[in-house]
Structure formats: structure tokens, C-alpha cells
């Protein structure tokens, strides 16, 4: 099992609607939680943090994170073609050696139509 | 302000030459990173640097050399470039209080022929 997972995607949806953007982790005491942007030929962008359980919003941008399930998405309301992008999930793993290491997923790509 | 730079922006090289990529961040962070992103695996983590000399191994380390003698310096090295090595580097660096928050350079986009 990948240490944190997400749908490859594309995701596709119409202009002014909400994208939802999912990833799994399976590391159950992972504490630290974000989103990263990363737009085509680009690097990536943090947009997003989440630390505890439940909802954090943040403009037209809310993540949600569920520790019990090992779940966190997240939501981009009024989706604008400007949107369109690889969402990249990352997750704080603690080793052994105490250091903390951010895992990436490999990424969800939006694609927003006018 | 630049933040964080990363140099050269493109490069192509042949198997077995040495490489070296440049970072450079004008925060003062004291953590600093290197990753490779290739298609189906994303980012990968190859080296770090939680302050001046002190560097240690992420997930990848294998062919790369790194050094860090000043804070905002954070050079990769491949000694011996191989076609597996062909991929986009970026480096990371972040604050000791906020070290989870990754400010990413714009990328180096190696291709080893």
C-alpha cells in the first residue's frame, strides 16, 4: 500500500461548480496534512493546511480531514478554469529516527471547462 | 525578493558526465530540501539539510551528493550522471518554526542521453 494515495484523475468539471479531490494515507499517527498546487511545467504551490480533524476553509477552498478513517479531500467551491491543475496531497510521516518526512501522492489533475 | 532560486532551468548532459544543481533561498530558512518528481511516483525526497553541514539521505540518495556550507546554498551533485537520473529536480526550504510549509524553487529539468 502507498504511503498516501489519490486518484490520478483527470477530475472534470464545468465552470462555477464544486471539485472534490480525495486522498488516503496510511500511516494511522500522520498529524500533518496539506495541498499543494502544482500547475502544469510549474513547481508546486502549498494552498492548504490541516492539522486537526473536521473542516478548515480557507476562501473558495475548505480540506477536510478525518484521522479515524485516514481520509483527507479537498473542496474547491465555484471552480474556475484558472483551477485547472495538478492538486498534490502530502502527509507528515514521523520514522524511527524522529525525523519527519512530507510524503507525497502523485497527484489528482482538474480540469475545469468554461 | 527572489526567494528561492534554482539553476540552471534546463539541462542536458550524457551518461557518466558530473552535474550539479544550484539552490539558492534569500529567507534564511534553515531547512532545505531536493526532490525528483517523475511521472507515476511524484515527489520523491533525496537529500535534506536541517541547517549548514548538516545533510542526511531521504528516500533516493543513491548517485547524489550534496553539501551545504552556507544557510542559503543547498548545491545537488550527481557524480556520475545515468538515464534513470533524467527527471525534473526541485528544491524546498522551510522555516525551523513552520518546517512543515515547503516553499518550492521553480525546477531544474535534467536529461541525461
Known amino acids: 500500500q502507498k504511503e498516501v494515495e489519490q486518484n490520478s484523475g483527470p477530475l472534470s468539471v464545468p465552470e462555477g461548480a464544486i471539485a472534490s479531490l480525495n486522498c488516503t494515507y496510511s500511516d494511522r499517527v500522520s498529524q500533518s496534512f496539506f495541498w499543494y498546487r502544482q500547475y502544469s511545467g510549474k513547481s508546486p504551490e502549498l494552498i492548504m493546511s490541516i492539522y486537526s480533524n473536521g473542516d478548515k476553509e480557507d476562501g473558495r477552498f475548505t480540506a477536510q480531514l478525518n484521522k479515524a478513517s485516514q481520509y483527507v479531500s479537498l473542496l474547491i467551491r465555484d471552480s474556475q478554469p484558472s483551477d485547472s491543475a495538478t492538486y498534490l496531497c502530502?502527509?507528515?510521516?514521523?520514522?524511527?529516527?524522529?525525523?519527519?518526512?512530507?510524503?507525497f501522492g502523485t497527484g489528482t489533475r482538474l480540469l475545469v471547462s468554461p | 525578493d527572489a526567494g528561492i532560486t534554482q539553476s540552471p532551468r534546463y539541462k542536458i548532459t550524457e551518461t557518466g558526465r558530473q552535474v550539479t544543481l544550484m539552490c539558492h533561498q534569500t529567507w534564511s530558512h534553515s531547512y532545505m530540501f531536493w526532490y525528483r518528481q517523475d511521472l507515476g511516483h511524484g515527489l520523491r525526497l533525496i537529500y535534506y539539510?536541517?541547517?549548514?553541514?548538516?545533510?542526511d539521505k531521504g528516500e533516493v540518495p543513491d548517485g547524489y551528493v550534496v553539501s551545504r556550507s552556507k544557510t542559503e546554498n543547498f548545491p545537488l551533485t550527481l557524480e556520475s550522471a545515468t538515464r534513470s537520473q533524467t527527471s525534473v529536480y526541485f528544491c524546498?526550504?522551510?522555516?525551523?518554526?513552520?518546517?512543515?510549509?515547503?516553499?518550492f524553487g521553480p525546477g531544474t529539468r535534467l536529461t541525461v542521453l
Open positions: 502530502a502527509v507528515i510521516l514521523v520514522l524511527n529516527t524522529g525525523f519527519q518526512k512530507l510524503v
Open positions: 539539510s536541517a541547517a549548514a553541514d548538516i545533510t
Open positions: 524546498a526550504s522551510s522555516d525551523t518554526n513552520s518546517y512543515n510549509e515547503q516553499f
